[in-house]
């Protein structure tokens, strides 16, 4: 079995700053990641399998930290571990005014090669809602520097636009995200990895109800253009199903389960995609707890 093991100091180090965290008016999250569906991270070389492997496991984290600074901004920061992206640390302030929300903040990728530990980079965010009638979101993430030239250091993208409908007990919407890595090798080259994704989602809950539960199903590629020629591709149509259950008025659990229908090769993995009784998936399985709840409460 192949295991990605990269995770794991950066996962060490974002549960300890998040528990570093003062425990008051703060809303943490924490998940644990696991899954298969990915192109592998390790790798500089095509991949050489006469049938795609099912056996590229990536685990990691989810760790989100938010709190109300004053009325209308809100600081909201997290570390995930992201299948093309790798490590990104995100801070950001938003600001909610009537309709319009805005953020902006700094993102950091983390310990994702050995000579740039820390990559620096920009996130901007604009959401514009009509509550209970239509919304709109776009976001776009992006390393800063002047270029990619010395061996080891790399350029995390990540863009998103959201649009979606409110109709009774719940939130429809469809979302299109691309995802760009670009890292400099051994050898001096460009290794470039993308993903595109078009989801269609269904948010339903009921007032009262203490479960929650987010439907998905839509399309995702993944890409990695290699030094040369060579252009290793994915596609795959997936559904997925997220449960989240509130156990009280300060905790609650959730976990989420995406699995790939179909997965098939592309490029130069044409005719050679994973097996038809391979599993492909990702997974997490976290908690929430609302320490601003736990504050008020020993202050009654």
Known sequence: MRMNTSSIPVLALAVLCAGALPASALDLSVEALFGNLNLPWDSDVPVPDATYPADLWIYGARVSVAETLADGFRLETSYITDPVLRHLFRSVIA????????????????????ETPVKAGIAVG????????????????????????????????????SAGWYVRNAICSGTVTTRKFYRVTDAGDLLADSSNRYAFSVDVYRKGSPYRVLMSLGYQDFSRDYPGAALDSLGTVFLGVRLSAELSDTLSLNGELE??????????????????????????????????????ASEE
């Open 95 to 114: 600001y909610e005014s009537g309709l319009v929300k805005i953020s902006a903040g700094p993102i950091l990728g983390a310990f994702n090669t050995a």
């Open 126 to 161: 604009l959401r514009i809602d009509l509550p209970g009638i239509v919304f709109l979101s776009a976001r776009a993430d992006s390393s800063m520097g002047a270029g990619l030239f010395s061996v080891g250091d790399y350029a995390q993208e990540f863009a998103e636009l």
């Open 259 to 296: 699995s790939a229908v179909y997965t098939f090769g592309m490029d130069d993995l044409m005719a050679r995609g994973p097996a038809m009784d391979s599993f492909l998936f990702r997974s997490s399985l976290g908690v929430t707890w609302r320490l601003g709840a736990v504050a008020t």
